[in-house]
């Protein structure tokens, strides 16, 4: 099972950018489906991006605003975020699995995550 662990997260002004990482140990990275759920306080997690390694999914709050991409070489996922809102404020984790479907409803590799704070 992949281990994934966060990096990037802090405060950022609204319509600010932030790019988060994910680095990736343990299991065939080029295999797994790499992805990004968020939680806000007093809310649920809820699916943000996922990446194979030719198909791309986003959640329709983000669409038009993150950008997701992976380097395989170095076993990095990126979550570009531009034009952050502070309703994009929350908990950002890494996820993984081996399928588009896993990864994006209950994916089984989670990372600790990382807190994104956009300030009004």
């Known amino acids: 099972q992949v281990q994934l662990v966060e990096s990037g997260g802090g405060l950022v002004q609204n319509g600010g950018s932030l790019t988060l990482s994910c680095a990736a140990a343990?299991?065939?990275?080029?295999?797994?489906?790499i992805g990004w759920f968020r939680q806000a306080p007093g809310k649920e997690r809820e699916f943000v991006a996922s990446?194979?390694?030719?198909?791309?999914i986003y959640a329709p709050l983000v669409q038009d605003r993150f950008t997701i991409s992976r380097d395989n070489d170095k076993n990095l996922v990126y979550l570009q975020m531009d034009n952050l809102r502070p309703e994009d404020t929350a908990t950002y984790y890494c996820?993984?699995?081996?399928?588009?479907?896993?990864?994006?409803?209950?994916?089984?590799?989670w990372g600790k995550g990382t807190q994104v704070t956009v300030s009004s």
């Open positions: 990446v194979g390694n030719i198909s791309r």
């Open positions: 996820v993984a699995d081996d399928t588009l479907i896993k990864v994006a409803e209950s994916p089984k590799s």
């Open positions: 343990g299991g065939t990275f080029g295999n797994n489906y």
